[in-house]
């Protein structure tokens, strides 16, 4: 008896812990960056693999973190895509200031540079949109 009260008292405080953490104020506006990668096709899988297994499970770590996908280009259905796109890489953020902290961490220096290696070129545009 005395331990089906300890489990029911230690779910009822983790409930009310996530309730109150989800209505906590954020520190400034949502982003989303924004990266269109061009990756060969030789490394394409490697790269998917090292993102999904590697890069997301470490930012997702991060105070603020939201969201990190990547996402592959099928086809331009109007207009044309950027030279070379194959991939948009997308990081969402509960603010500027805590993805600044994201990417000055230790962590992100050790899991960028491996992915950003796998890329067929360096010169890919970064985005910087405010979520409204």
Wanted: hydrophobic residues 40%.
């Amino acid at each position: 008896m005395n331990m089906k009260r300890r489990t029911y008292l230690k779910t009822v405080l983790a409930v009310a812990t996530c309730s109150s953490l989800k209505g906590a104020p954020r520190q400034g506006r949502p982003i989303q960056l924004h990266l269109d990668l061009s990756v060969s096709s030789a490394r394409e899988q490697e790269l998917v693999h090292y993102f999904n297994t590697v890069f997301k499970p470490a930012a997702a770590k991060f105070p603020g973190y939201i969201d990190v996908r990547m996402i592959k280009l099928r086809n331009a259905l109007q207009g044309t895509a950027p030279n070379g796109l194959k991939y948009r890489w997308m990081l969402q953020y509960e603010s500027e200031e805590l993805r600044q902290k994201w990417i000055a961490s230790d962590v992100h220096q050790k899991v960028w540079p491996p992915m950003e290696r796998m890329l067929s070129s360096m010169d890919y545009s970064v985005l910087l949109f405010d979520a409204t």
